[in-house]
């Protein structure tokens, strides 16, 4: 059933509470759940813009608080929260067992899980992640044959330094891997797990369908924070891994939503 008969303040006011209540709407969406046309839901947009109501990203339009459609880059993202994504990340690799094939997706906090697993037996990591690769490929050089077997998923190069699109996703889709340890630009209740990057969200849901296991790592910061497009929802993750500077409400909504909340311990050298 579509809306196409409401006025243009009842629409606004329709299209508001959506963004209000998921972070974020495309343009494609709300053209099939309006029954109007592409135009006039960017007109819609370009009114609650200009109101302060919304933000207007690419594709669509973001919360104009909490919610952000940038995407930082590798070396701007890695200063953030660093005590919390180290314990994070070391709690994340105690989950991967020795001779597992295990996918890492790209992020700062999933390339210290990576650092974390250089000395792993028999492991064979998948990733789209530069910088991930880059470590593997010297652990290589210096480790020889006891370094994990690296296989790069191919693509085209993001901001944050991801390979994503079709080529990856492809590659991707054909694997299956014992456990994915994915990272995400932000997490909430409604939303989910989101990324900025509309690509990098197709690549990380083909790389989340590939995967036995999925281990969502995400430091205390990202909660609350909406990226224009949802890969995960909360039901779709095994493990998920933050730290104990998580708040009280965001603790209860992820141990009913996920199969287990597991909480790094930052005061742990």
Not at 116 to 138: C, E, G, I, K, Q
Request: aromatic residues 2%; glycine residues 8%.
């Amino acid at each position: 059933m579509t809306d196409a008969g409401l006025l243009a303040p009842q629409r606004r006011a329709l299209i508001l509470d959506i963004v209000r209540r998921d972070g974020a709407v495309r343009v494609a969406d709300l053209v099939d759940q309006l029954g109007v046309s592409d135009m006039t839901i960017r007109r819609d947009l370009d009114a609650l813009a200009r109101a302060g109501s919304v933000e207007k990203v690419y594709g669509g339009a973001v919360a104009t608080s909490g919610t952000t459609a940038d995407e930082p880059g590798f070396e701007a993202k890695s200063r953030l929260e660093s005590t919390a994504k180290a314990a994070v990340a070391t709690a994340a690799a105690a989950l991967v067992e020795p001779g597992s094939v295990v996918a890492i997706s790209a992020g700062t906090t999933t390339y210290a899980v990576a650092e974390r697993l250089l000395h792993v037996p028999r492991l064979t990591v998948v990733t789209n992640s530069l910088p991930v690769a880059d470590l593997l490929r010297a652990a290589g050089r210096e480790q020889g044959a006891a370094a994990p077997t690296l296989l790069l998923t191919g693509g085209a190069p993001t901001r944050s330094a991801a390979l994503v699109g079709p080529l990856a996703d492809q590659a991707i889709r054909s694997l299956h891997v014992d456990l994915l340890v994915i990272g995400a630009h932000g997490v909430s209740e409604h939303a989910g797990l989101t990324t900025p990057n509309l690509a990098e969200a197709q690549t990380n849901q083909a790389l989340i369908s590939s995967a036995r296991r999925v281990a969502a790592v995400a430091d205390h910061s990202k909660w609350g924070v909406v990226g224009l497009s949802r890969f995960a929802a909360l039901a779709e993750i095994d493990y998920f891994v933050s730290d104990d500077g998580l708040d009280e409400q965001a603790r209860s909504v992820l141990t009913e939503s996920v199969g287990e909340l597991i909480l790094a311990d930052t005061s742990r050298p």
